[in-house]
């Protein structure tokens, strides 16, 4: 059943057994299958079936450290940001939840293993009908060395023969609305956590027009993004100092995957095209279509003291070759179809490249860039808070201090060599590192930016001593309390969150509402 609090026929208090907030990947999963196992869910959705301008004004913040934008890529909308992604998914690797000793304050309470079987799960939820396996890729990977550079896969949830994102918001639609037991109520905003001894009794929400809604349960799950769920822990903070006053980590240790140039590829026509062929999003006309690129492997970040990092080749077209040239006659540029059909071969290759093959064109490049991902070091200092402004619910909003240190930099600096070394070893191309990851202490404000993975402000830990919820994501000293969502990554790799983030509220379901059989069998 999908409702909508701001319609103004909903009762003023509500109960169900368990109380999902946000309807993201993660609260999409959780309250799905928890209504699959026959309990009472209510999930709670801050927007409606659309994006509306004055629901997403309430992301707006404040910014104090290294450049992000607060109110985009995070969605008050059912679907939430998974109605605006690319689809790419991979998982952490297994060194990530490890404690490692040159990354401080980093190690998951669980392991690897622990999340393997999740995985196995959260594909069906993310659109792949096959395990993970060597034949995802169409092409064979060049053979690095392995104790240097790993090749690095991500998948892309079918969609035919253009890079779509799973629509979640679309795609689950007519299940939320059909599963038993399950009540969607949209444009309900969490404004009021109500104690009761160490649990939370009650959970009020607001729509934008003046309705409200309590709903009591036996346990709440916020599932509201990164950034957000950190925001609402603050909140409930200052509600109820007697529950989560005892500790300082809420907000703190806030990442994301800064991105950016860190070398440039130089490449005659042949050799272009073979990088084109082998390191891109490799299109098929229909089915599973999956991205190559690389990665740095276990042993040299052990060996050299380095964050987890990834990379892939971004390929720059010449506006002026054929097939640039036919694209300008088809927006309406006249003048373009004659220097396009100057060269029909070119044409004709790329036309039965994408119609009859289903594969992505080849483009002559004028610029080829290596475009890194790269993991954050956990750091106190890097924040989220609560801001002095308030919002149009009278919620403050977020202040937030991201900060890029020099673990990030070296790091970056250190992936560029390698990778240049790796490049002429096997005659992929002339690789050069970017100036300022050559010298880190001159890298300009732009040259890394934010991917909206907002992970870490309330971080898995053993106790509240260094962190916010538990192995079981429940928050430290309320019993009823649960966070899912890359917020409580302790440390996120380099890979794009949602695919851990789903695994993540598939195992929540487990200790919320264990099922008859093992997981492995979904």
């Known amino acids: 059943m999908i409702e909508d609090l701001a319609s103004g026929g909903l009762e003023r208090e509500a109960r169900a057994d368990i109380c999902v907030i946000g309807a993201g990947p993660a609260g999409i999963t959780l309250a799905l299958e928890l209504a699959a196992r026959g309990r009472r869910v209510i999930l709670a959705e801050a927007g409606g079936l659309l994006p509306e301008t004055e629901t997403q004004a309430l992301y707006g913040g404040e910014c104090v450290g290294h450049p992000m934008a607060l109110d985009e890529g995070r969605y008050r909308v059912l679907g939430g940001a998974a109605t605006q992604w690319t689809g790419r998914c991979a998982p952490l690797d297994d060194i990530d939840f490890e404690r490692r000793e040159w990354v401080a304050h980093s190690g998951w309470p669980i392991g690897a293993e622990t ?12 659109g792949f009908s096959a395990p993970w396996g060597a034949g995802d ?96 822990l603050l909140v409930c903070r200052e509600q109820a100092p007697e529950l989560l006053g005892g500790g300082d980590w809420i907000g703190r240790c806030f990442m994301q995957h800064p991105r950016g140039v860190i070398a440039t590829v130089r490449a005659d026509r042949a050799a272009s095209e073979r990088l084109q062929d082998a390191f891109n999003v490799l299109a098929r006309r229909s089915g599973l279509q999956t991205e190559l690129g690389f990665a740095l492997s276990p042993s040299v970040q052990r060996r050299e003291n380095l964050l987890n990092a990834s990379a892939i080749l971004t390929y720059t077209a010449d506006p002026n070759a054929p097939w640039e040239r036919l694209k300008q006659a088809v927006r309406g540029d006249v003048g373009a179809l ?20 289903g594969h992505h064109p080849l483009l002559e490049t004028q610029a080829i860039a290596v475009v890194a991902d790269l993991e954050q ?59 300022w990851a050559s010298s880190p202490g001159l890298m300009p404000t732009e040259a890394l930016s934010g991917t909206f993975h907002h992970i870490g402000a309330a971080r898995m830990s053993e106790g509240p001593a260094t962190g916010v919820v538990d192995a079981d994501c429940r928050v430290h000293g309320v019993d009823n309390l649960f966070v899912q969502g890359c917020a409580v990554f302790p440390t996120g790799g380099h890979a794009n969150p949602t695919f851990t983030i789903v695994a993540l509220a598939l195992r929540q379901a487990d200790f919320l509402a264990p099922p008859p059989t093992d997981v492995r069998a979904h």
């Open 115 to 126: 999340l393997k079987p999740y995985y196995a799960a959260a594909a069906r939820y993310c």
């Open 137 to 232: 890729l169409s092409v064979e990977a060049p053979p690095f060395d392995p104790d240097r550079i790993a090749a690095q896969v991500w998948r892309y949830a079918p969609q035919g023969r253009v890079r779509r994102y799973r629509d979640w918001g679309r795609d689950y639609f007519e299940d939320l609305r059909r599963a038993p037991g399950l009540r969607v109520i949209l444009h309900a905003n969490a404004v009021e956590f109500e104690p009761q001894s160490r649990r939370i009794a009650a959970v009020s929400f607001a729509s934008l027009h003046g309705q409200r809604l309590r709903v009591t349960a036996d346990a709440f799950v916020l599932c509201c993004g990164g950034a957000e769920n950190a925001r609402l």
């Open 338 to 357: 004659a220097a396009a059909l100057g060269r029909p071969r070119a044409i004709a290759r790329n036309l039965w490249r994408r119609g009859v093959l």
């Open 377 to 435: 070091a956990p750091d106190p200092e890097s924040r989220v808070t609560l801001g002095a402004e308030k919002d149009a619910l009278g919620m403050p909003r977020l202040r937030v201090d991201w900060r890029i240190g020099a673990q990030e930099r070296a790091t970056a600096a250190r992936f560029a060599v390698v990778l240049a070394e790796e490049f002429s070893r096997l005659r992929l191309g002339e690789l050069t590192p970017a100036p």
